[in-house]
């Protein structure tokens, strides 16, 4: 029975590389963009650009004005509220780096941070810096056989010594939901803060910030089918508070003589320098369409892809997924066959999917696995996508072996 997407025609680049023999299943890599958001960046470009939070003249107060729509936009896409705030940095990656340098001055040596064996290296390097450069000790939380965190073990290891718990919602590799409510009130009895990586999660449905009660909640616009060079980091207010100044120059300074200078707090103190104004506007364009879609649709539709995608995985022999994924994504490896080799041979039939070890070397070595391949699906994919990547999968497969 073929399944369409009823918004595929909202993504032009759809069409386009469907037209260049092109099938994309690469959606947790990056996703393709709504025409909303390419009308509002060419909106933003012919009208005028301007420069934001510095010119008294009508562009830059337009400019802006939509700038922090866009703000309040993604704080009520968040259900932020009074009690939390929206950063613009330039990706997930910049706003982990923000947190790892603005919370350093909170560790002294021996101080431990809690991350998971799944986390992306986002969500890695920089604690495994910081806690090379305050001598902190970085634990690493194990998991169990379906690809979820550990709860019985994280309960074990996430203790008073515990200053920092930064996890992710949804594995990029594994498809899974983490049990976040548990894993954040282990954090908070020991008054620990909480990091929460939403960049695969924040794709799927909507999630509320407060509900959760994480410190701080982190993702990027471009998987969001947003414009790339936009990171989210929201925080709430008294989390914000413990923050030092990482990035300095233009905007974040209040005043500033040769030798001393005094800060802006957030949200424009971690906004050094001109930001990506465009994509910004974008992406309050892009949660403006988003939110016109029906939530429930968009769900069903994604879960019965997901369920052809994990079915005919399952159905061939000597292949093998990766965890138990739950939605958007499974990754998988087949007995005998390198996933180089097999990912040459998609690309070769235009299959965009995702080979190697997805920014998450210590997972695929702890797997014992040199890679994996991975299929991500997005809300414009239907069920012929799927077909022809298992028509590629099964071509490949018999040159294969
Ligand atoms: N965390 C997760 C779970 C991700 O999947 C990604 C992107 N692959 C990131 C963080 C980093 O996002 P970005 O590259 O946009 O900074």
Known sequence: MFLPSPWRADFPAIAELQRQGQ????????AQKPQALIDALTRYYVNGAANVHRAQHMPGMLATQAFEDSRNHVGQWLNAGESGQIIFTHGATSAFNLLAYGLEHEF???DEIVVSALEHHANLLPWQQLAQRRGLKLIVLPLDANGLIDLAAASQLIGPKTR?????????VLGTWQPLPALLKLAQTHNALTVVDGAQGVVHGRHDVQALGCDFYVFSSHKLYGPDGVGVLYGRHD??????HWQFGGEMVLTTDFHQASFRPAPLGFEAGTPPIAGVIGLG?????????????????EAALHQLLRDGLR?????????????????????GVHNADLAHLLTEQGIAVRAGHHCAMPLLQSLDLPG???VSLGLYNDSEDIQHFFNGL????????
């Open 315 to 335: 159905q061939r022999d000597g292949v093998h997924l990766l965890g138990a994924p739950q939605l958007a994504l499974a990754s998988f490896v087949v007995d």
């Open 164 to 172: 920092l718990l930064a996890v992710s919602q949804l594995s990029n």
């Open 285 to 301: 364009a892009t949660l403006d369409y988003l939110g016109s879609l029906d939530q429930e649709a968009v769900f069903e539709h």
């Open 108 to 110: 002294v040596a021996d």
């Open 23 to 30: 099938t994309y299943l690469d959606s947790a890599a990056t």
């Open 394 to 401: 099964d071509q490949a497969l018999d040159l294969l072996r």
């Open 372 to 374: 994996a391949l991975r």
């Open 239 to 244: 989390a914000l508070a413990r923050l030092h």
